[in-house]
């Protein structure tokens, strides 16, 4: 298994603008997205990263500049080394990025996903609807201005709409979100519960 | 070979072929002892819902066994597992397409409340959209609770006035 930082240094001779980028594990580059497909392409066909695991996005917060960061996670499965290249979008308001659909097909569907969490659009993308919401749903639930809960909003089919005559509604946190407790022996003990329960739907919120 | 008690029950020769009872009692004999479920099976409370009908739970003891796949030929929806938006449109279509009389069974917290997912994607209770005739809680349900609401809703079926509702109508 050959070291996987040779792959880096090879990267940065043919691309200035590759830098390191803090990683815990894996080698990890950060990308301009001017060169992105570029880097992208040679990682492929020149040092043999054929495999894309993942694509990720990430929303840094309102205001942040970049706010937002895709990251491809590639692997080798020759020298079975992991690569993590990490691009954010110039544009905060329409963030874009080049697709990488057509280097590994597998991209299709982890772009569709990011587009559709975070409002990231792939350029030359062939197909970029959204994968887990329904197409006409108006937000992008994963970025950091969008409160968990939801925000009303009429369910896909009209049809349906006009029968119910219900949509979405946010939902009553109280007290949550509801997250497990780790390291509990008792099964009761670890169930989802609210982390603040002084409050619920009869009971306001102290200070409120 | 004819037992000693034979003549206490119903003897065709002296009744006649005729048998009498109210409507209601014999509507809702028949609703309740052969009500076929409509799985509508969307997480893991569907797999309780398996074991609920396979041999060791044996819903068949119930006339509930039939799952048919097909809102056509069912009488009760068993809504078991999380109902997300996206496929709430497609639980109310279904139950739409189910014939008269029908009723629904919410199981587990999920289908009842929302469950834990107090999220943006997530239905807050299927009776949201649905009417829903019995609910049972758990995380999942026990495949005794899901028995106990079956029976819960046959007691249901069994008072309500079926003949006066079938001739008003």
């Known amino acids: 298994m050959p070291p996987s930082p040779d792959a880096v240094a090879a990267l940065k001779v043919g691309w200035a603008g590759v830098t390191d980028r803090a990683s815990l594990d894996h080698p990890a580059v950060d990308v301009p997205a001017a060169d992105l497909l570029g880097v992208l392409?040679?990682?492929?066909?020149?040092?043999?990263?054929?495999?894309?695991?993942?694509?990720?996005?990430?929303?840094?917060?309102?205001?942040?500049?970049?706010?937002?960061?895709?990251?491809?996670?590639?692997?080798?499965?020759?020298?079975?080394?992991?690569?993590?290249?990490?691009?954010?979008?110039?544009?905060?308001?329409?963030?874009?990025?080049?697709?990488?659909?057509?280097?590994?097909?597998?991209?299709?569907?982890?772009?569709?996903?990011?587009?559709?969490?975070?409002?990231?659009?792939?350029?030359?993308?062939?197909?970029l609807r959204r994968i887990i919401m329904w197409d006409g749903y108006p937000y992008h639930p994963l970025r950091k201005d969008f409160p968990l809960a939801g925000i009303e909003t009429p369910l896909p089919d009209a049809e349906i709409t006009a029968e119910v005559k219900v949509g979405l509604i946010a939902a009553p946190m109280a007290g949550g979100p509801f997250v497990a407790a780790a390291g509990q022996m008792n099964m009761g003990d670890a169930e989802p519960r609210a982390k603040d329960e002084s409050w619920n739907e009869r009971r306001p919120k102290p200070g409120t | 070979m004819v037992s000693a008690n034979a003549e206490l029950a119903y003897n065709s020769k002296i009744e006649g072929d005729v048998v009498v009872s109210r409507a209601d009692a014999v509507i809702n004999w028949i609703r309740t002892s052969s009500m076929w479920p409509m799985p509508m099976g969307l997480a893991c409370c569907a797999i309780e819902l398996m074991a609920v009908g396979a041999s060791r739970f044996d819903l068949a003891r119930f006339?509930?066994?039939?799952?048919?796949?097909?809102?056509?030929?069912?009488?009760?929806?068993?809504?078991?597992?999380?109902?997300?938006?996206?496929?709430?449109?497609?639980?109310?279509?279904?139950?739409?397409?189910?014939?008269?009389?029908?009723?629904?069974?919410?199981?587990?917290?999920?289908?009842?409340?929302?469950?834990?997912y107090r999220s943006y994607a997530v239905l807050q209770g299927v009776d949201r959209i649905l009417p829903v005739d019995v609910y049972v809680s758990g995380c999942p349900p026990r495949p005794e609770a899901l028995l106990d609401a079956l029976i819960k809703l046959q007691e249901k079926v069994k008072r309500e006035p079926s003949a006066s509702k079938l001739l008003t109508a």
């Open chain 2, 63 to 116: 006339g509930a066994e039939v799952m048919r796949f097909s809102p056509r030929q069912a009488d009760v929806m068993i809504v078991s597992g999380t109902v997300t938006y996206k496929m709430a449109s497609a639980v109310r279509r279904i139950y739409d397409q189910m014939c008269e009389p029908k009723w629904v069974i919410a199981m587990g917290a999920c289908a009842s409340t929302g469950g834990m």
């Open chain 1, 41 to 127: 392409g040679s990682l492929k066909s020149l040092q043999g990263f054929d495999m894309l695991t993942d694509v990720a996005g990430v929303d840094w917060g309102v205001g942040a500049r970049p706010r937002f960061t895709v990251v491809y996670h590639l692997f080798s499965t020759t020298t079975h080394a992991y690569l993590r290249v990490a691009s954010s979008c110039p544009d905060d308001a329409a963030p874009q990025l080049p697709s990488a659909a057509a280097l590994w097909p597998g991209a299709d569907w982890h772009e569709r996903e990011a587009f559709d969490m975070f409002g990231i659009r792939f350029a030359g993308h062939p197909d």
